[in-house]
């Protein structure tokens, strides 16, 4: 096999002359999932509040993994879970702690299971609660602070000049 002396080309470009179709953009009425998802990070992560996004996190009660749509980290722990749908506000249920809420007001069985975590649960469901999501995630790193799990003490190991 010989080399190959040709110089690779990474300069992109169209092959042909083509002609585009372009149309004009109108944007949604309500933000996709994915979109407030992204901003919500964006903000946590500009608020230096740890969160990861569409992760499996197991959980004991329900017996398996769930995948919360934005997990709120501090200190190692998972001490909160933001749950975000795009969708006409439902008024018991919207931007609101759902953990608040009597059982029998809550009909989704997906929010049931993020229950089961017996964590704070926020429920988002449209741009302008971008921010109280946000707030809540503060909220939740108060909480941890004031009630956290006592730290486990290492136990010593003998030292080997005694």
């Known amino acids: 096999m010989q080399p ?10 169209f092959s042909k002359n083509l002609t585009w179709s372009y149309k004009e953009f109108a944007p949604p009425a309500r933000l996709p999932e994915p979109v407030i998802q992204a ?12 969160c990861t996004v569409g992760c499996p996190i197991y959980c004991e009660a329900y017996g398996g ?16 879970i933001i749950e975000i749908k795009s969708f006409k506000k439902i ?28 964590l704070p649960l926020y429920y988002c469901t449209n741009r302008d609660d971008i921010p109280r999501a946000v707030g809540f995630a503060k909220l939740c790193i108060q909480e941890f602070e004031q009630h956290s799990p ?10 080997l000049n005694q």
Do not use: F, W
């Not at 190959?4 to 470009?13: F, G, I, P, R, V």
């Not at 901003?39 to 740890?50: D, F, G, V």
């Not at 006592?150 to 030292?159: F, W």
């Open 91 to 118: 008024k018991l249920l919207s931007n609101k702690i759902i953990n608040n809420l009597e059982p029998h007001q809550i009909k989704s069985k997906q929010l049931k299971r993020y229950l089961l975590y017996n």
């Open 4 to 13: 190959c002396n040709k110089k690779m080309s990474h300069e992109l470009k």
């Open 150 to 159: 006592p730290v486990k003490k290492q136990r010593e190991t003998p030292s």
């Open 39 to 50: 901003e919500i990070y964006k903000q946590l992560r500009e608020n230096h509040i740890e």
């Open 65 to 80: 993994e769930l995948t919360p749509d934005i997990a709120i980290l501090y200190k190692g722990y998972v001490i909160g």
